[in-house]
């Protein structure tokens, strides 16, 4: 059996916007009998990228992660309008675009908010995953076949030797909430939470290069680097809401330690020794 999935590596996505353009190009004024209502020019999208900022300057990151229909098993969306919301044989979750009409309920009932309502032709809408196209032989979505970098992986999950089999089975890979709905669509990399900061040799007034620097938690050892050559040091995918404990260690220098209540990656600045 056919099972369509998605999966988006986060850390490959340069924030191009290509795949939300493409999105709009195919559906905007442009109805896809059976599978959508054409989308009005502004105001409602298939496919949201979400910038993430993380840290403070000077150590600021910032991620994209696409948003959009994570093709759920359980679809809850269709609770209720059984007839109006259905799944193809190939796993995608369809809006029937003709029985959803009126049913602007249905909006509500996606925990990942990824339904739009669309006020002139009054129905319900989500991304179709390019159903019409995958009819028509496409072997990817418009937003997969346009993103530059590979950051989006579209095929059959029930493929072994698929490209998007492999990856999920080769990389780590999360989904963007845990709902437990049987998603199809997942992410690698999505961003945690970051501690990071230099460390300074305070008598010389220079950066402490190759200086122990060990985070703790419950006096537990979580993680262990040294600083750069500009006295940098990061741990980055940490759990949030946490209680830590940064601890600087250099030879000839009193030991210095640092308590980090962590909510939002945080940049500690200069530890000076
Ligand atoms: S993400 Fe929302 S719209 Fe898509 S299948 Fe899941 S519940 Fe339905
Ligand atoms: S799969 Fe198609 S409908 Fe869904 S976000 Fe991508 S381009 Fe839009």
Known sequence: MTRFGMVMDVTKCNGCYNCFISCKDEYCGNEHKGYSAALPMTGQTFLTVVEKERGQYPKVKVDYVAHLCQQCDAMPCGNGHPDAVYMRDDGIVIIDPKKAAGL?????????????????KEVAQKCTMCAHLLDDGWKEPRCVESCPTGALVFGDLDDPNSDISKLVKSAKTEQLANYKLGEKVCYVGLPKEFIAGAVVFGDKDECAKDVDVILESEGKTVAATKTDGFGDFEFEGLAAPTQYQVRVVAAGYDPKAVD?????????GDIVL
């Open 104 to 120: 602007k309920d249905i909006v509500g009932r996606c925990p990942y908010r990824v339904i739009t309502w669309n006020e002139e």
């Open 260 to 268: 980090v209540k962590l909510y939002k990656s945080v940049n500690l």
